[in-house]
């Protein structure tokens, strides 16, 4: 539910607009009864989408509240060359906000006062932008639907904004924390209460069950999504064997610390041991090896150093190296030929970044995930105005310290990058904490219950050496001959068992007077 607007954006939504008009006007020529039937429909009200929602044909979206569908649309955007001269209007306002030299922060309410003092725009038609949009789109039957993706961004920030008064944040910034030399101002709108978007959920539904790998703390939940949990658990999984073999490597061979915060980022002996970690675990471990650092710069730096002191071309004796970019097409790539070289035998390694695409969408399963390294604790960029503003809200309304929720962030996104290597139960894998700080209670204790049961004390102060004899002895181990009959009873249910839960079921539903259906075992 956050948007963020930018000097680029605008000017492709000027250019929609542009290309909106041509399309009325031949629709006007051509078939001028879709558009009266279309301005019928909205004098009506948006009966449809609020039909959609009571027969459960998309749950409720929270850009658009329930009781806008209850309303007539407003007349100055009926029309659908009024409308497109409105949003015209709407996106050459936006284009004056982005004409500033200094960060500019306020409220949703300072910026609607201003919007209406400075082009007469109503609070009330702003509302309505997402929903008329989608609906002219779908009247003019437009085939590149791609091409009016910005004009559609800018649309649902006109609707957020003049819907919600609290929960969000307008920042306008001049400089990119990225490129702070390049002029590019940026608007962000930005949601700092995540029960904003689940309160749709929880009003449709008597019983939610919210459930994943990586929920943990568990009552960390409650607290930023707005609801009082009826019970709360944390299982670990039933394998037939022990399938992750996690380890918290805190030193090189040298014996000196690793760590990626940031004052030893700049420590060319943390990265010489970052890379000879690596470089051991491509000798030992087969097939594919992906790691995952906290962000782009210092993944760039490191490899970069690697280069310079030659860790690279040892590493590619081993194993060829791939790296994921910022471009999505440039990583699809880099993905493809790492899947290849995992199939084809000769190893690959995939360098990338925590909260990026890999570490969210990306299952590697079997040969593409033997081994999941995490360089470092992915804290998110503190410096960021946005996280401040958050992180200011958090305390205020909901009592949570600011190193609390960054700690549980940042675990939550090392155990999704780790759990990556896991998809499955006769899949296995091993995964590397590369960073000192792992070692502490605070931080390997707010791990998913199922990675900390196979997280000894013995496994959490290693040197590299010692993780790579670790490495060995697990996939030996993994290496013995593994059927389905071994999971029987353990992490498959046998017959016998799923006969027995069958009676249970029966004598449950003969004495509650329900009728029984049988079960075919």
Known sequence: MSVNISRKTLD???????????????????????????????????????????????????????????????????????????????????????????????????????????????????RFCAERLRMLLQTLRLEDINHYSSLTLVANFATLVSTYSKGFNLLIEPYDDYSPTLYNPVLHFSCMDASIAIKPVFDRFQSVVITSGTLSPLDMYPKILGFQPVTMASFTMTLARPSICPMVVTRGNDQAAMSSKYESRDDTSVVRNYGNLLMELAAVIPDGLACFFPSYSYMESVIATWADQGIIAKIQRYKLIFVETQDAAETSVALDHYQKACCNGRGAILLSVARGKVSEGIDFDHQYGRAVVMFGIPYVYTQSRILKARLDYLRTHFHIRENDFLTFDAMRHAAQCVGRALRGKTDYGVMVFADKRFSRLDKRGKLPKWIQDHLKDSVTNLSVEEAVQCCKRFLRQMAQPFRQEDQLGLSLLTTDQVAQQEKKRVLTDSTAGGRVEPMEV
Request: charged share 30%.
């Open 12 to 126: 492709r939504s000027h250019s929609s607009i542009d290309s909106l008009q041509n399309a009325i006007g031949k629709i006007k020529e051509s078939d001028a009864t879709r558009l009266r039937g279309e301005y019928q429909r909205l004098v009506e009200g948006l009966r449809d989408a609020s039909a959609a929602r009571a027969t459960d044909i998309h749950l409720s979206n929270p850009v658009l509240p329930d009781e806008i569908l209850e309303e007539a649309v407003p007349g100055n955007i009926r029309n659908a060359e009024h409308f497109v001269v409105f949003m015209r209007r709407f996106v050459e306002y936006l284009k004056t906000r982005l004409r500033v030299q200094n960060v500019v922060s306020e409220t949703p309410q300072s910026f609607l006062f201003d919007c209406f003092k400075q082009v007469m725009i109503d609070k009330k038609p702003l």
